[in-house]
């Protein structure tokens, strides 16, 4: 007699496997840092692409998050997470080294140094008198100013005092009222010709201890998304035009909507052979604490110019810090 067959008890098509919290947590934790470890690579590869570009701005407050949450997931012992976190963090160190610690001039010992202080004052900000206790904090030698303010500008002499010597671009009329950029000193100066159509800017040339030194104030447009990637590229294209018709040292300060480790800041090394000022810490947006930022307000200057210091200067009211640098001869 045969022994009747039964049909073999089928499981659910599919079923989820039966993880502890532990092991969805740390597969989520994976999921969402693996991006982050490929945005890295590509902004340590040089990738010239707007959205790579666009992401290289804030590497160095994603490096600092990424530490603290790699120590944490260490302490947590998620070994996979903490272990993806910690290349993603050395990712991230190669991205902003070249921001951090750029290539330098070494400073002559022997020469006089120059103090500039420049800032992107913000084009609604009338606060004269918190912006003259900034300049008058950093007592710099010359001063480089963006988006000069309509009430500000009406009290020049007063925001200015102890810098008779200025020149200052043609007004830039905004969303919601009109600008300036200024340069201003302590010695004499000459106001160089207006620069090409397209580029906000304000140069002219300083008779400083160190010799003549051509100064330029520059605001260049915000990037991709917010506008055409083109246009950044373009007005440093114009930058470059005015820094080939300068002779002698160059300094050139002011909001480059781009740290010097992207794309518009490789570009300025490139074309025009300047040389950034340290970007740590970061000057925008103001009120975040300054190690959180990203440094878009910069400082360059020409091989023949070291940078001795750097730093942040005290608040205006503007939404961007100040900076201040010290610069002198570079050594033979």
Same mark, same amino acid.
């Given at each position: 007699?045969?022994?009747?067959?039964?049909?073999?008890?089928?499981?659910?098509?599919?079923?989820?496997?039966?993880?502890?919290?532990?092991?969805?947590?740390?597969?989520?934790?994976?999921?969402?840092?693996?991006?982050?470890?490929?945005?890295?690579?590509?902004?340590?590869?040089?990738?010239?692409?707007?959205?790579?570009?666009?992401?290289?701005?804030?590497?160095?407050?994603?490096?600092?998050?990424?530490?603290?949450?790699?120590?944490?997931?260490?302490?947590?012992?998620?070994?996979?997470?903490?272990?993806?976190?910690?290349?993603?963090?050395?990712?991230?160190?190669?991205?902003?080294?070249?921001?951090?610690?750029?290539?330098?001039?070494?400073?002559?010992?022997?020469?006089?140094?120059?103090?500039?202080?420049?800032?992107?004052?913000?084009?609604?900000?009338?606060?004269?008198?918190?912006?003259?206790?900034?300049?008058?904090?950093?007592?710099?030698?010359?001063?480089?100013?963006?988006?000069?303010?309509?009430?500000?500008?009406?009290?020049?002499?007063?925001?200015?005092?102890?810098?008779?010597?200025?020149?200052?671009?043609?007004?830039?009329?905004?969303?919601?009222?009109?600008?300036?950029?200024?340069?201003?000193?302590?010695?004499?100066?000459?106001?160089?010709?207006?620069?090409?159509?397209?580029?906000?800017?304000?140069?002219?040339?300083?008779?400083?201890?160190?010799?003549?030194?051509?100064?330029?104030?520059?605001?260049?447009?915000?990037?991709?998304?917010?506008?055409?990637?083109?246009?950044?590229?373009?007005?440093?294209?114009?930058?470059?035009?005015? #820094?080939? $018709?300068?002779?002698?040292?160059? !300094?050139? +300060?002011?909001?480059?909507?781009?740290?010097? %480790?992207? @794309?518009? *800041? /490789?570009?300025?090394?490139?074309?025009?052979?300047?040389?950034?000022?340290?970007?740590?810490?970061?000057?925008?947006?103001?009120?975040?604490?300054? #190690?959180? $930022?990203?440094?878009?307000?910069? !400082?360059? +200057?020409?091989?023949?110019?070291?940078?001795? %210091?750097? @730093?942040? *200067? /005290?608040?205006?009211?503007?939404?961007?810090?100040?900076?201040?640098?010290?610069?002198?001869?570079?050594?033979?």
């Amino acid at each position: 007699m045969t022994n009747p067959v039964h049909p073999e008890r089928q499981g659910p098509p599919f079923s989820l496997p039966h993880w502890t919290p532990r092991h969805w947590l740390e597969t989520l934790l994976l999921l969402g840092l693996t991006p982050l470890m490929g945005i890295a690579a590509l902004v340590v590869a040089g990738v010239d692409n707007r959205v790579v570009d666009l992401l290289a701005q804030f590497t160095a407050p994603l490096l600092i998050a990424m530490v603290l949450l790699t120590a944490g997931l260490a302490l947590l012992r998620l070994g996979k997470p903490a272990a993806l976190g910690l290349l993603t963090s050395l990712l991230l160190v190669l991205a902003v080294w070249p921001q951090w610690f750029p290539k330098a001039s070494t400073p002559d010992p022997d020469a006089a140094l120059v103090r500039v202080y420049s800032a992107n004052l913000y084009y609604l900000n009338n606060d004269t008198a918190r912006i003259r206790q900034s300049i008058e904090a950093a007592d710099a030698d010359i001063v480089v100013l963006i988006e000069l303010a309509s009430d500000p500008a009406l009290k020049i002499d007063q925001l200015l005092e102890g810098y008779p010597h200025r020149a200052a671009s043609m007004r830039l009329d905004q969303t919601r009222g009109p600008s300036r950029s200024l340069i201003a000193s302590r010695w004499p100066l000459t106001a160089r010709a207006d620069p090409p159509d397209g580029l906000h800017a304000v140069a002219a040339t300083v008779q400083t201890p160190l010799g003549t030194v051509n100064v330029v104030g520059v605001h260049l447009t915000r990037p991709w998304p917010f506008q055409h990637s083109w246009g950044q590229i373009s007005q440093t294209m114009a930058l470059d035009m005015v #820094a080939e $018709g300068l002779d002698g040292p160059v !300094v050139v +300060a002011g909001d480059f909507n781009s740290v010097s %480790s992207a @794309r518009i *800041g /490789r570009q300025v090394q490139r074309d025009l052979g300047l040389r950034p000022a340290p970007g740590f810490p970061g000057t925008w947006p103001g009120d975040l604490p300054s #190690a959180f $930022g990203i440094t878009i307000d910069q !400082v360059y +200057a020409s091989p023949d110019l070291a940078f001795v %210091s750097r @730093r942040l *200067g /005290r608040p205006t009211g503007s939404d961007h810090r100040p900076v201040v640098t010290e610069i002198t001869r570079a050594k033979d």
